[in-house]
């Protein structure tokens, strides 16, 4: 089993999918880091040598922000938009669209499912 990250890689799939299971890393920057790498996007996960996981855990933890460290600072960049009370921390406070959707008529991801309008007259 390849741990890289503090992720667990799946066995089964091509390396170039398997990458993509660490957060922060697609599809292209997969690419990018076995390009880099010089390792066959077609080789399974599990066909890794020590010396090939090696390779792509020193490119990433070399020139890429991944997990943690891109979830803390993702969160660190949102609070500091809340603090300074500008339009896009109004925006995630209330946990509306920040990107100037439409929010009258959609918008149900950032707004939950709808709610029942209570105490009216029948």
């Known amino acids: 089993m390849v741990r890289i990250a503090g992720v667990d890689l799946p066995s089964q799939k ?32 599990y066909e890794l040598d020590d010396s090939l996981v090696s390779k792509i855990r020193t490119i990433i933890e070399g020139m890429y922000e991944v997990e943690g460290d891109l979830r803390r600072n993702i969160n660190l960049n949102i609070n500091r938009l809340i603090s300074i009370n500008c339009f896009r921390g109004k925006r995630h406070r209330q946990g509306l669209p920040l990107r100037g959707q439409r929010t009258r008529t959609n918008g149900r991801t950032r707004r939950g499912k709808k709610k029942p309008i209570q105490n009216t007259k029948k």
């Open 14 to 45: 091509k390396i170039l999918y398997a990458l993509t299971s660490i957060y922060g890393i697609g599809l292209n920057t997969s690419q990018k880091i076995l390009t880099t790498a010089n390792i066959n996007s077609e080789i399974r996960t």
